[in-house]
């Protein structure tokens, strides 16, 4: 079976860590979106020959920035009243 990656918020939500078996990496929160970049050319090159090694740890950072939208944006709040500009500047 193979690993699965984890992110992980720091409890001062300040950093996140991608974890996958005995490596891991932490970056501030606001470099998320260019996290996903990365991974997702990574992934995405070659005609995505190498999608199998890159695209669970893509799903585990949009999982984790979903999350992180959804503790932030309130529930209350429709699609057409949300806009960019109503995130915190370290999710734009």
């Keep these: 079976m193979k690993p699965v990656p984890v992110v992980e918020a720091s409890e001062d939500g300040q950093s996140f860590t991608i974890t ?11 470099a998320l979106p260019d996290q ?3 991974y997702r050319r990574l ?4 005609n995505g020959a190498y999608a199998q090694h890159y695209d669970p740890t893509v799903r585990a950072l949009e999982e984790f920035a979903d999350q992180r939208c959804s503790e932030i944006i309130p529930k209350k709040t429709s699609a057409s009243s949300f806009t960019i500009a109503s995130l915190p ?4």
């Design 20 to 30: 996958l078996d005995a490596w891991s990496g932490t970056h501030p929160i606001d």
């Design 36 to 38: 996903l970049k990365f």
């Design 89 to 92: 500047a370290t999710l734009r």
């Design 43 to 46: 992934r995405d090159r070659k």
